[in-house]
C-alpha cells in the first residue's frame, strides 16, 4: 500500500486507516509511496490488527503477535 491509502489517526498512537482493509494480525504488507510517512520507509512490514479499518505496523512478526506490540511510531505523511 501506499500514503495515499493511509491516513494516520494520530502522532501517538501510530495508527493507520485503512477502510475494511481485511488483514489480520501477522499478515506481511508492502509499503512504497512517493509521499513517505515519517517513521516508515519502502519496504516490508507486519500487521498489528486493530480493528476493521486500523492498523499498526511492526518490523518483524515477533513484534505484532506479542502484547503489547512493538509499532512502528508514524508521524506523519512527508512530501520527499
Known sequence: FG???VSVSGVTTSAI???AHDLKTGDK????AD???SGLST???YVY???DDNIH??????DVVKYPPNIVR???IINT
Open 43 to 45: 519496504g516490508s512490514y
Open 17 to 19: 486507516n485503512l477502510t
Open 74 to 76: 508514524i508521524a506523519s
Open 49 to 51: 490488527r486493530i480493528d
Open 29 to 32: 504488507v508492502f509499503y512504497d
Open 3 to 5: 500514503s495515499d491509502a
Open 57 to 62: 505496523l511492526g518490523l518483524a512478526n515477533s
Open 35 to 37: 509521499l513517505i510517512a
